[in-house]
Structure formats: C-alpha cells, structure tokens
C-alpha cells in the first residue's frame, strides 16, 4: 500500500468532528514529508479541514452549516506531544466534572511539568497550573486526586464533607500499588496536602503509608480545611482543623 492510499484509509477511519495530528496516524519519520502533501491534498479537497498547523479534522454538514469539533476534543491535541502526555486538566473544570461544584468556568487549567500552555479554544480560555512531578497516562488520575486536596479550601461551593468522601472512597478504591504510588508523589505536594492525605490514609486503616509521610511534616505546624473529627476523626493527629 502505498503511503497515499495509507494515509487515505486512516483518515477514512477517523469520526467527523474529531480532531486528529500526524501522531494520530502513526506516521514514520521518513514518510512526515509525503504525509503533509496528501494533507495538504485533502485540505484543498475540503475532505478535512485544518484547526492549525498539525491538527486536522473531518467536517461534518448539518442542515445549519459545518459543525465544528467539539471543545474537549481540541483540549487533547494539548494534553499529547509525540504521542506522550504532557499535561493534564485541573482545576475547578475538573472538579466540576467529579461532582465537586456545580460551577462550570469557562477558564480551564492545564497542569504541565515543563510547559506553559495558554491558549484559547472557542469560548474557553486555557491557562497553566503547576505539575509537582512528570507526568504519565497512568499517573494523571493520581496526580488529580492530589489537586483536590492542594485546592480543597478553593473549590467553589464545595460541602466538606463531600470532598473528604470524595477523597476516602478513591483512594480507597485505588490498589495498594496506587495508594503506594499516590503517598509517593504527595511528598511532591505542599506540607497541607500530605497532612490531609496522611489523615485520610490513615482513617482508611494505610498505617505504613500514613507514617511515611508523618515524618515529612513539620509537628508544629497547623493546616486549617474547615473539616470536623466527624467528618474525618483522624484530623486531630496531623493537626488538621
């Protein structure tokens, strides 16, 4: 087959609205510069369109003119970069989406290790937040739980008890090597969320877990959440209040 018919197929494959890049295609190096030309071909052709440089989509007609791609489906073209995650949704869209407030913001963070990513997509304005430790697919479930309890105290109407709920059944859901994991990378985090996650590994029977990060908190210091011993009992010995 050869790499116009190649490319044709995959495109072929590819839904309408849906955004898709040269590491969508699976392009090999040596085939980047053939690759752009039939493109470029189907670009003329109206078969796809370009968002911009790199991003391509299929239109799709519908009786009130072309649907344009959906905005989450544009936020993942930032998220990936060679076909590696770079950055990770955060913030109060984030925490919208698990339940937590029912404000959705038109301004979405985008946590990122070693990027700034500010952009704008239709209505939504993009701005950078700070990843404490690389990223991966795998870790970025982790790394969001962890940014519940960073901005537990910001979450716009938030009830506090249903965050600490939130919070205990996902952990708690989680493996052992994900709790593991989860208490690794909280060491990366402020001294108030290694409190508040050491509280709540701890009211979840994790002793081992709990005390690894007990020692990596200052015992004089005090962090305040606005959360109660009957919300979660073990506050009182992590000086949570």
Known sequence: ???????????????TGEVFTYDTLAIAPSEFSATAKVLSRLVAKGEIKRYRNGMFYKPKQTPFGELKPREDELLKSYLFENNRQIAYITGVRLYNQFGLTTQVPNVVRLASRDKEIKTKIGNLIIKPAKSYVPITRKNVPLLQLLDVIKDFNNIP?????????????????????????????????????????????????????????????NYLSSYKFGISESTLPTISNWNIS
């Open 1 to 15: 087959m050869n790499i116009t018919t190649s490319i044709k197929t995959k495109v072929a494959r590819i839904d």
């Open 157 to 217: 109407d938030m009830d506090k008890k249903r965050g600490v709920t939130f919070l205990k059944d996902n952990i708690n859901n989680l493996s052992y090597d994900d709790k593991d994991k989860l208490t690794s990378f909280g060491k990366a985090y402020p001294p108030k969320v290694r409190a508040l996650l050491g509280a709540i590994l701890e009211i979840l029977s994790l002793d081992e877990l709990s005390k690894s990060l007990k020692g990596t908190i």
